[in-house]
């Protein structure tokens, strides 16, 4: 959607508010608050990426995106 080509283009501020709609729209789906979560981690909001992430992991505990982006905003890596 508009928010996903936002945020690939670098445009956090429009990515967080298309995605912010499109969880409100779609409150069930994991993808949107795990790309809002990234484009809030995107442009340092942190603490708003982390809940966005949450709520992704709650809808779908086996996203990894999700997972990933959470670890991230905490500043771990499980890969290391």
């Known amino acids: 959607g508009l928010g996903e080509i936002a945020l690939s283009q670098g445009s956090t501020g429009a990515a967080v508010s298309h995605l912010r709609r499109a969880t ?3 409150p ?3 993808r949107a608050h795990t790309l809002l979560g990234e484009a809030l981690l995107a442009s340092g909001r ?5 809940a966005s992430f949450k709520r992704a992991l ?4 086996g996203d ?3 997972q ?3 670890d991230e ?5 499980r890969l290391e």
Do not use: C, F, H
Request: without cysteine; positive net charge.
């Open 64 to 66: 990894t995106r999700a």
């Open 58 to 61: 709650k809808i779908d505990p």
């Open 28 to 30: 069930g789906s994991a």
């Open 68 to 70: 990933a982006g959470l």
């Open 46 to 50: 942190k603490q708003q990426a982390t």
């Open 73 to 77: 905003a905490a500043g771990t890596n």
């Open 24 to 26: 409100k729209l779609e």
